[in-house]
């Protein structure tokens, strides 16, 4: 006798891919935005630690 399928596995291992490639896509998203030098706090915005000295 044959075996029966696992869909749940199956669904489960398509589910788990299209979680890791949503989560590739928004990092890769963010290397993007970040290299473009939008929205990222740093020592321009004033901070005292920031590693530029006031004149």
Excluded at 33 to 38: F, P
Aim: no cysteine.
């Amino acid at each position: 006798m044959a075996r029966k399928p696992n869909y749940n596995f199956e669904k489960r291992q398509k589910d788990l891919a299209r979680q890791k490639k949503k989560e590739e896509k928004l990092q890769k998203k963010a290397l993007k935005k970040d290299a473009q030098g939008n929205d990222i706090p740093d020592a321009a915005e004033g901070d005292p630690e920031g590693g530029q000295a006031p004149e």
